[in-house]
């Protein structure tokens, strides 16, 4: 298996350079060094894109960890107010339920005044 992907590399390598490595008569082709600089721009171009797309990338991704330590502070802070609140809205309702215990005794007291009166 490993040796058919390494000749299928190969066959790979070869049609991609297309056989610039090779010697004629003496030497390296003549027209092999045209392309291969317009290669080199070529990477050059598409190795300074990818700089700018990753330096791109890589300021989104920091904006957006910002972002969501901001986001995060704020659901602490809503966090925090809200068991505030929690506290003293139970602390009211203990009061009102005092108050309507109070209310109900109160009453009683009065109606059983009315209805039996000593």
Known sequence: MN???HRDHRAHRA???DNYDSIEEGGIRASSSYPRDLDERDNDK?????????SF???LTGDIHEE???????LD????????????????MDRFKMVSHVFHVWLRVR?????HPN
């Open 111 to 115: 109606i059983t005044k009315i209805v």
């Open 68 to 74: 969501v330590e901001t986001h995060n502070k704020m």
């Open 46 to 54: 598409a190795v300074d894109s990818l700089q700018d797309r990753v």
């Open 77 to 92: 802070r809503m966090g925090n107010e809200m068991d505030s609140s929690r506290g003293i809205m139970s602390g009211t």
């Open 15 to 17: 049609a991609l350079f």
């Open 57 to 59: 990338l890589k300021k």
């Open 3 to 5: 040796f058919l992907v």
